[in-house]
């Protein structure tokens, strides 16, 4: 498959090395989770996936959630990234607090977690609420049922989050720090070997990238990871983390637990060398008919084991394209292709560096913050961090409790990510008896989060809900942008509509025929409907004359959306910080005062001016 687009540095070790590499793994690894998570079929994406082609564009879906009792359809902005990234970026903060890196996941990042998630699969979401009540899920506290459960969890929700130790040790003389960690973390929310070795196994062919000299080629990374499979196939020692697991894990599964490694271990390499074999195939190779041989069309193609073979595939056959073998893995059908994705993705980063990735990340939810905690990583003990863990215990009561008490552009205080503001609260239109209600907040570093809450409305007050939206009054969404401030009159609408589309590059997310709305925070309105839209009147701010609208863009896009006002002759005058263009002021067609900033220069709180 030939995609156009930037080449890969040739290069690393004069284009910037290790730090080049932790941010394209980084990188990377979101955008194939973004491209892929609206392709597989446990995104659960309505009107099913088939209309779907293969881009490098990120699409906006809805997303069918809320299961049997409590059905809803939550509309995903394009960029949007899944449970895959925030994990990963879980992990990297915990990463980040050096010695202490267990404690905080255990007790404060998978606890909370569970209020954000975004496709968790089961094994990490039961798991994640056993340690939000303060329990390991291999616990003797647990029931035998429960316990055999964790055992037998073996997916790949160990896999895909796994990246950050890799990244953290890359000075390091050898795999094993490393190792025992990956194993420690995977074990956190899987039990079987099969999660456990195939996070291994990524984890050394990610260590492996990122201590690489010079230039990869075709089919080396995954020669590499199987002539160094005594690195990763033992079973890593975490009794300074989890003493009592080894104990119950013989216990709940009847088993010697060490038997059943050696098996998955023979598995991995099995599954390796025909990966291997594969590549050797060259173009006579087909992608569809690999998968189909390494299992990942089957009922456990999501297998720790079954997702590191297709990683690896992929990355090594795409070395020197990883735009292809980004969109390749991302669109890899049937399977679980934002998870495919995002390990290929990382991978492919850490092999080739974050160049190629300009184009590609334009609006991927939060990239400016995933390039800083690449950079953190790569400080080590430098960046070293401290959090105050709050106890998970009744966790979820206080949180909901927090945020029901507050009304839109307000701050509140969360536990793991501190002072976080509130942008928008949304309500999700169903036929249930429930009221459920959103939260789209940003946190003081810069990432995106929504929590969601699912309430059972008394009977008397059931007339009260929300009504649905029709599907045709949605279009396209993207996250490339955020807004401060909210309503503005405009006297012709579709003019308006091609000024904020067209020439400051935001997507609607609703339009009718008497408003637009633009994310969560702008809306369009005719000057002759003011009260025809669904929000109430007083939210809309009343000093948008004097303050002007604030609207805040990643770097790249902020110098598109400069070049573009230029060439279409509309008048800016630009604002310079130590020589460089910070800042745009212009006008609308109806002469509001408009603000663009980029985000790069303001950092991740702005303020309107």
Same mark, same amino acid.
């Given at each position: 498959m030939e995609i156009p687009g930037m080449a890969p540095d040739t290069d690393l070790d004069r284009a910037g090395g290790r730090?080049? @590499?932790? =941010? !394209?793994?980084?990188? /990377?690894?979101?955008?194939?989770?973004?491209?892929?998570?609206?392709?597989?079929?446990?995104?659960?994406?309505?009107?099913?996936?088939?209309?779907?082609?293969?881009?490098?564009?990120?699409?906006?879906?809805? @997303?069918? =959630? !809320?299961?049997?009792? /409590?059905?809803?359809?939550?509309?995903?902005?394009?960029?949007?990234?899944?449970?895959?990234?925030?994990?990963?970026?879980?992990?990297?903060?915990s990463v980040l607090c050096g010695e202490d890196w267990w404690s905080h996941f255990t007790q404060a990042e998978l606890p909370v977690w569970t209020l954000y998630e975004l496709g968790g699969g089961g094994a990490v979401t039961r798991a994640a609420k056993h340690w939000e009540k303060g329990t390991p899920p291999w616990s003797g506290d647990l029931k035998l049922t429960d316990r055999r459960r964790y055992f037998h969890a073996g997916g790949n929700g160990a896999v895909m989050r796994i990246a950050p130790h890799a990244i953290a040790a890359a000075d390091d003389a050898t795999f094993a720090l490393a190792a025992a960690r990956i194993m420690a973390d995977g074990a956190t929310t899987h039990g079987h070997p099969r999660a456990l070795v195939g996070a291994l196994t990524v984890g050394y062919a990610l260590w492996r990238a990122m201590r690489w000299k010079g230039k990869f080629n075709y089919g080396e990374l995954i020669d590499e990871t199987l002539r160094n499979s005594t690195d990763w196939m033992g079973v890593?020692?975490?009794?300074?983390?989890?003493?009592?697991?080894?104990?119950?894990?013989?216990?709940?599964?009847?088993?010697?637990y060490i038997s059943i490694w050696d098996r998955t271990v023979e598995e991995m390499i099995g599954l390796l060398e025909s990966a291997r074999a594969a590549i050797q195939r060259g173009s006579l190779a087909r992608d569809s008919e690999v998968l189909e041989a390494l299992g990942a069309f089957q009922k456990d193609g999501s297998a720790g084991t079954r997702t590191a073979a297709v990683a690896l595939y992929f990355a090594s056959r795409y070395v020197a394209q990883p735009t292809a073998g980004l969109l390749a893995s991302a669109y890899a059908r049937r399977t679980d292709a934002d998870t495919i994705a995002a390990t290929t993705g990382a991978l492919l980063g850490a092999m080739t560096g974050a160049d190629w990735l300009k184009p590609v990340t334009v609006g991927l939810q939060d990239a400016s913050y995933i390039r800083r905690i690449a950079a953190e990583l790569m400080k080590g003990a430098e960046s070293q961090r401290r959090w105050e863990v709050s106890p998970a215990r009744d966790l979820r009561r206080r949180v909901f409790k927090m945020l029901e008490g507050i009304d839109s552009q307000r701050d509140v205080d969360l536990p793991v990510f501190g002072r976080t503001r509130l942008e928008w609260i949304e309500e999700h239109p169903t036929e249930s008896a429930n009221l459920i209600r959103t939260w789209w907040l940003d946190t003081q570093e810069g990432q995106r989060i929504a929590i969601t809450r699912i309430r059972k409305i008394p009977k008397d007050q059931q007339a009260e809900l929300p009504e649905a939206v029709p599907q045709e009054e949605k279009t396209a969404a993207s996250p490339r942008v955020d807004v401060y401030w909210f309503a503005l009159p405009v006297k012709d609408l579709d003019r308006s509509l091609d000024f904020y589309r067209d020439m400051l590059r935001l997507q609607p997310t609703r339009a009718t025929n008497t408003f637009v709305r633009f994310g969560h925070n702008l809306i369009l309105q005719r000057e002759t409907h003011l009260l025809d839209v669904d929000r109430p009147r007083e939210k809309f701010s009343s000093g948008i004359e004097s303050a002007g609208l604030v609207i805040l863009l990643e770097e790249e896009l902020f110098k598109e959306v400069r070049d573009l006002l230029k060439r279409n002759g509309i008048s800016v005058t630009e604002e310079t910080n130590a020589g460089r263009i910070v800042r745009l002021c212009l006008q609308d067609p109806d002469g509001h005062k408009v603000q663009i900033q980029s985000r790069a220069s303001q950092g991740p709180r702005p303020v309107p001016a």
């Open positions: 730090a080049i @590499r932790a =941010e !394209g793994c980084l990188l /990377a690894s979101a955008t194939g989770d973004a491209l892929g998570w609206p392709v597989e079929p446990r995104g659960n994406r309505v009107g099913g996936t088939r209309d779907l082609e293969p881009s490098l564009e990120f699409v906006a879906w809805d @997303r069918r =959630e !809320g299961g049997r009792f /409590a059905p809803f359809v939550r509309h995903v902005p394009a960029g949007t990234y899944s449970d895959d990234t925030q994990l990963t970026l879980a992990v990297a903060r890593p020692e975490i009794d300074m983390w989890a003493g009592d697991w080894r104990a119950s894990a013989d216990h709940s599964l009847d088993a010697d």
